[in-house]
């Protein structure tokens, strides 16, 4: 597997321990399940965007953790659904793929509520699959004890060969145990990735997936989905950083709704991510957005290559 290196990581590699294990790990599950906010929690830092909204996640991640004794790069693929239009194709396939080339599964469900068929869709892909599977139940914050045990048990039952890790993404409970799980699971091997890297994602990329984050968060239905963002510009001025942003939608309403009574929507759509983008800066963000329509940019493969929504 071809390892890109990190825009502007500085390589300063370290010696590889005695019994040091490296490898890949892919989180696959169905929208919403909580993979993103579970990569944020494990390397301690934002590095995907979360929202109550499924499918928010629409590229593959790497985050990368490097504990004392192994160095797992996670895989976020974006929801395993089935494909209603072309981005919808692209995502599903993504999430496919990533299956085929790591060490671990870790396929995960959401353990707050009872499983479902969409999760029996999941089990069925995971069973033709060779390598280890650990079964991961999210949200256990949501559910009392009682409940707890059986939505285990029915998951033990729908998968019986695979280790079952209760835990919760946003409070971090079991989190360790689960790591510590997948990192067995992986082969000897050196560090990948200098230590302290925790994502191997474009720093524009970021920047555009904080922009649609506050566009998840503060509209609503079609135009969520209905919305690509692009930074046009980003430069260095004096002791801040100036980003110029276009956010594409695909109908002249929609981008009416984006911007709102006298701009107040794009106002605070804009707000919103200068606060995320000042904490990855640590400094001032002038931040300017545009909003263009660009009529079924979702159903244009040319398109979908340059926002990096590729079908690899
Ligand atoms: N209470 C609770 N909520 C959680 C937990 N993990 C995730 N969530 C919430 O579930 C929602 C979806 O989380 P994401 O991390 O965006 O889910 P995802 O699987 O990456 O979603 P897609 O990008 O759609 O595939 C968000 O509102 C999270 O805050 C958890 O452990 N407990």
Redesign the pocket.
């Known amino acids: 597997m071809q390892i890109p290196i990190p825009n502007g990581t500085e390589l300063q590699w370290t010696p590889t321990p005695d019994g040091f294990r490296s490898g890949f790990v892919a989180?696959i599950?169905?929208?919403?399940?909580?993979?993103?906010?579970?990569?944020?929690?494990l390397v301690g830092e934002k590095v995907?965007?979360?929202?109550?909204?499924?499918?928010?996640?629409?590229n593959r991640l790497r985050a990368i953790l490097t504990t004392e004794t192994a160095q797992l790069v996670l895989l976020?693929?974006?929801?395993i659904h089935k494909p209603h239009h072309l981005l919808g194709e692209r995502l599903v396939q993504t999430a496919r793929n990533s299956i085929g080339e790591v060490d671990v599964v870790l396929a995960?469900m959401?353990g707050?509520v009872p499983m479902g068929r969409g999760d029996q869709f999941v089990l069925d892909l995971l069973q033709q699959i060779r390598q280890p599977v650990l079964l991961g139940l999210?949200?256990?914050?949501?559910v009392a004890a009682q409940e707890q045990a059986e939505l285990i048990a029915s998951y033990q039952a729908a998968l019986p060969l695979a280790p079952l890790f209760p835990?919760?993404?946003?409070?971090g409970e079991g989190c360790a145990a689960l790591v510590a799980a997948m990192a067995e699971l992986l082969p000897p091997g050196p560090m990948l990735y200098p230590a302290g890297t925790i994502s191997d994602q474009p720093e524009r990329l970021l920047l555009a997936e904080l922009i649609r984050e506050q566009v998840l968060h503060l509209t609503r239905e079609e135009i969520p989905h209905s919305v690509a963002v692009q930074i046009e510009r980003l430069e260095e001025d004096g002791p801040r950083t100036a980003v110029l942003a276009t956010v594409m939608v695909e109908r002249s309403s929609q981008k009416g709704i984006l911007i709102g009574k006298g701009g107040a929507m794009l106002k605070a759509i804009g707000t919103g991510a200068r606060l995320q983008m000042q904490k990855v800066f640590d400094g001032p963000v002038y931040l300017e957005l545009f909003v263009k329509v660009v009529p079924h940019w979702r159903q244009k493969p040319g398109r979908l290559a340059e926002l990096g929504y590729q079908g690899e």
């Open positions: 989180l599950g169905r929208p919403n399940v909580g993979k993103s906010t579970l990569l944020n929690q995907a965007i979360t929202s109550p909204v499924a499918q928010t996640t629409r976020d693929t974006p929801g995960l959401d707050s999210n949200k256990q914050d949501l835990f919760s993404a946003t409070s």
